[in-house]
């Protein structure tokens, strides 16, 4: 069982920055990619980014070039750093770590963003 505790969101006015993280505990954090993900109140979830266990990554259209994710897999942490950010940034941000079949899928209680001014 892998628990993952999001911390760093918080209110940013439009064209800020912001770092969001990911702690994981109980699992072994190199087998799972890492995502993203975000839902803004009557809005779909979607997914904004993922760092794959090679350190490959993906992000959505919405947040490329603003948006870089990252790991450190010797402290159990995945990072989002935010910049540029734009009121439909807003959002509840939620960690997943995927590990398909064999290690399950985990999720986070999310982050609140809010880009506001």
């Known amino acids: 069982q892998v628990q993952l505790v999001e911390s760093g969101g918080g209110l940013v006015q439009p064209g800020g920055s912001l770092r969001l993280s990911c702690a994981a505990s109980?699992?072994?954090?190199?087998?799972?990619?890492m995502r993203w993900y975000r839902q803004a109140p009557d809005k779909q979830r979607e997914l904004v980014a993922s760092?794959?266990?090679?350190?490959?990554?993906d992000y959505s259209d919405s947040v490329k070039g603003r948006f870089t994710i990252s790991r450190d897999n010797a402290k159990n942490l995945t990072y989002l750093q935010m910049s540029s950010l734009k009121p439909e940034d807003t959002a509840n941000y939620l960690c997943n770590a995927y590990g398909g079949a064999p290690f399950g899928n985990y999720w986070g209680q999310g982050a609140r963003v809010t880009v506001s001014s």
């Open positions: 760092i794959w266990t090679g350190g490959g990554t």
């Open positions: 109980g699992g072994n954090f190199s087998r799972y990619a």
